[in-house]
């Protein structure tokens, strides 16, 4: 049974910096792309980041370059998101989730990955 359990969200001042985790397990970690969305109230999930099997190629939405890094320890099978100099607008629920192969990295749609976690709440403080 696949899972994965995301954490490190919490309440932050603008500007400020969180690490998101997510540590997956029932799975070849490294056999899956992987990718990170959020959910603000009353608004669609919109993808963030997502990272290839080897870690090697990545993507990000526009308003994540240049403050958001993407990473993962295969070994550790987890994933991170580094959040930096955050926004209001940043504020939601943080989601990682898991596709079984590849992926181009030139779009993140919900709709090509297979498995998700329950979330993690970030909320910043203006």
């Known amino acids: 049974q696949v899972q994965m359990v995301e954490s490190g969200g919490g309440l932050v001042q603008a500007g400020g910096s969180l690490r998101l985790s997510c540590t997956a397990s029932g799975l070849s970690f490294d056999d899956y792309s992987m990718g990170w969305f959020r959910q603000a109230p009353g608004k669609e999930r919109e993808g963030v980041s997502m990272?290839?099997?080897?870690?090697?190629?990545?993507y990000y939405a526009e308003f994540a370059k240049g403050r958001f890094t993407i990473s993962r320890d295969n070994a550790k099978k987890t994933l991170y998101l580094q959040m930096n100099s955050l926004k209001p607008e940043d504020t939601a629920m943080y989601y990682c989730a898991a596709r079984d192969g590849p992926l181009l990295m030139t779009a993140i749609r919900v709709r090509d990955f297979n498995y998700w976690g329950q979330g993690t709440q970030v909320t910043v403080s203006s």
């Open positions: 990272i290839e099997r080897s870690g090697r190629g990545s």
